[in-house]
């Protein structure tokens, strides 16, 4: 089985047009970004604390719209796009958050296999592919464990196969490493690291540990007054 190759023949995975976004009421978080990743790139995002990282991640996965400019998600403007439209880019995203947003009255694979359950697939269909999927990330024999039993890394890994459950074309990762010590920050980092290098799939994350940046081969955007500013990383010694 191969859990994830992406189908669609885009070069550009996300492309920002001299994008804006204020909150009602509020100044600018953002006056005028544009940058460009493409397909199976690895890239860290990162800038001070309030610099707007977050803000700009739910551009990406349209749980936000720009005050100005434009936002194309794998080759399609998102603007004008319609409520099926944006439903179907959203399959393509798969989004880890920093608390993890498990559901503590379901176990690992219960957990990792809720997106499927809630599109209506039949678990026959999917389960052995979601055990696969949880032996990859390291919790093979923590497939019926409940989160309150689970230690941080051990969340963080059960919420990565929740986001890849779709087999998605871009994972976008907000702090990712947040909750868990530098040892599992490492571990998780090469995780990351793997996916990519070896489905294809690219991978946007958020952070604010300098010391992740030069972890693995990738690039930096850095958010800085209301702008982006692009620098490569060092390849992971």
Same mark, same amino acid.
């Given at each position: 089985m191969t859990l994830y190759k992406p189908d669609s023949f885009d070069t550009t995975s996300?492309?920002?047009?001299?994008v804006? !976004?204020?909150?009602? &009421? @509020?100044?600018?978080?953002f006056s005028d970004v544009s940058f460009e990743l493409t397909k199976g790139s690895f890239t860290f995002l990162t800038g001070n604390s309030g610099?707007?990282? @977050?803000s700009l991640l739910k551009l990406i996965y349209l749980a936000l719209r720009p005050s100005a400019g434009d936002i194309y998600l794998f080759g399609q403007r998102t603007h004008h796009l319609k409520r099926r439209q944006l439903?179907? =880019?959203? #399959?393509?995203?798969g989004i880890i958050f920093q608390e993890f947003r498990l559901l503590d009255h379901l176990s690992a694979y219960e957990n990792a296999a809720l997106?499927? #359950?809630? #599109? &209506?697939?039949?678990e026959r269909d999917y389960r052995p592919d979601v055990e696969e999927l949880l032996r990859w990330v390291g919790l093979g024999k923590r497939l019926h464990a409940r989160p309150a039993t689970l230690s941080g890394g051990e969340k963080q890994r059960i919420a990565i196969a929740r986001a890849l459950v779709n087999k998605p074309d871009l994972l976008i990762a907000d702090e990712p @490493?947040?909750?868990?010590?530098?040892?599992?920050? =490492?571990? =998780?980092? #090469? =995780?990351?690291a793997e996916l990519n290098k070896r489905m294809g799939t690219?991978?946007?994350?958020? @952070?604010?540990?300098?010391? !992740? !940046?030069?972890?693995?081969?990738?690039?930096?955007?850095t958010l800085h007054n209301g702008l982006i500013v692009k620098q490569n990383v060092a390849e992971e010694s």
């Open positions: 996300i492309s920002f047009d001299r804006a !976004l204020r909150y009602d &009421g @509020t100044q600018d978080v610099a707007g990282k @977050t439903s179907a =880019l959203r #399959r393509r995203i997106p499927l #359950r809630i #599109r &209506g697939q039949k @490493t947040g909750n868990v010590d530098p040892e599992m920050s =490492l571990r =998780l980092m #090469r =995780l990351f690219s991978v946007l994350m958020a @952070t604010h540990d300098k010391a !992740l !940046l030069g972890s693995v081969p990738g690039s930096v955007l």
